[in-house]
């Protein structure tokens, strides 16, 4: 009886305790202790969703990413420090070693203190930038709270974000208003496909330092959607990294806070807590990861034969590749967005066909995309590529080579079975019927020899 109860509940917290799909262990760099109180809510609802938490100082001495040339952590969670930097342990090197072996990374800024010089210049690796006035912060004198920073104005009250382009998924939508204190402006690459934001500041809002005495706004470091408030940039390797401009929009007191504008008649709670979970639910790879299952490809006329190894000019081919998406829990079918495409090229030195992948049919925890083409008129080693890369979602690279070959001797159709040769062969077969007809009738039409008569 012991035992079977000791079943149901490692069954029941199998259901309820969701995994990231690359695994639960996280490492939080936080220097003050004392502030750990501050976001309880917060660790509760990461441990709640099956992550193994540990709580280090950035001074501690037993502090590593690696153990044996391996990561010690899958996933690292950074707490804006309280002196000037980090320690040894976590250089903007080994962070970026990190992520070259797949580590995800989420980092919180605060705009309460001066942002160390070594953040910036691990953001500039990533293509994400600063203002150069590590002190500044977002302001905003139409959108912020005015039950809390009626003075200061530097608690912005944002709608919830949509989806950054039509052919991408949501990860960060949803109803409400979020509450963001303080937040440190970033800025992305223009030239980078690799960085993308999560949430913009409203039009109205600029870069602010309150230390700067002079009071001058001729200079400002960017405005309104310039700004981004909570931005990602996601390797090819398919490591993520997010940088959360506001750490205390974390806090407990902001996860359950009511705001008010100067345009609102009323109250609203916030949705701070949703936006964290989903915030870090995409950072520690809970959601937007896909997977390749099953790839199929064969003759049209026979489905039996699959994935060989030789084609020929001229076959139907059909292609079938399965594709999976993580959510929280569970690998489930990847339904594509309503304006994008999965492609499949067929190339050599380049492609010979680009087809769009349909859906044909589902599995309990896949979608089978399919494409039907004929091989090109053309020998040599082709190979069936799918390259899909898309802001927040992991990468897909597949390339299975194939020969295509030329027709066999046997292969060629007949001659009469072509309709463009029976000119030819009439007028082959006209050469030999009237070589015959000559021939017989030169020997069968000698003419009588005549006779010559003798005389004396």
Known sequence: MRWFLSFLFLSFLAVVHALS????????????????????????????????????????????????????????????????????????????????????????????????????????ELDL???????????????????????????????????LRPDTKAYFSGEGVLAMPRAVPQTLGSDSPLVAPVLRAPVTAYSYNPKDDSGSMEEVYATGSQLALVSTMQSRNSARFTVLGSVESLEDKWFSATVKTPSDEEQTQTVNREFAKQLTAWTFKET???????????????????????????????????????????????ELPSEDALQLEFSMLSP?????????????????????????????????????????????????????????????????EISGGWVWIAGLW??????????LVWLYSEPPSAKTKKTQ
């Open 288 to 334: 937007g990861v896909l997977k390749v299952g099953k790839i199929e490809h064969y003759l049209a006329e026979d489905p039996a034969d699959l994935n060989p190894q030789i084609y020929r000019i001229k076959n139907d081919i059909v292609f079938n590749m399965e594709v999976s998406e993580y959510e929280y829990d569970g690998y489930v079918p990847f």
């Open 430 to 439: 006209a050469v030999i019927g009237g070589f015959i007809a000559f021939v």
């Open 21 to 124: 799909s690359t695994g639960n262990r996280l490492l939080v760099i936080l220097e003050d202790e004392t502030e750990k109180s501050l976001y309880s809510t917060f660790w509760s609802d990461l441990e709640g969703r099956g992550y193994t938490l540990s709580f280090e100082s950035p001074k501690s001495e037993q502090l590593s990413l690696f153990q044996h040339g391996a990561r010690a952590y899958d996933h690292l969670l950074v707490f804006p420090p309280k002196s000037k930097g980090f320690g040894p342990s976590l250089t903007p090197k080994a962070v970026l070693d990190f992520m070259n072996k797949e580590g995800n990374v989420l980092l919180a800024l605060s705009g309460k203190s001066s942002t160390p010089s070594a953040i910036s210049s691990l953001l500039i």
């Open 129 to 163: 930038h600063l203002s150069s006035d590590r002190s500044a912060f977002v302001v905003d004198h139409f959108n912020y709270d005015t039950v809390s920073a009626s003075e200061k104005h530097d608690v912005l009250v944002v709608p919830r974000p949509g989806p």
């Open 352 to 416: 010979f066909h680009r087809l769009a992948l349909q859906p044909t049919r589902k599995t309990d925890n896949s979608t089978v995309y399919s494409a039907a083409f004929t091989t090109p008129d053309q020998h040599g080693i082709f190979s069936f590529r799918v390259d899909y890369k898309r802001p927040f979602l992991t990468n897909v690279e597949e390339k299975h080579e194939v020969t295509v070959r030329h027709f066999a001797h046997d292969e060629y159709p007949r001659s009469w």
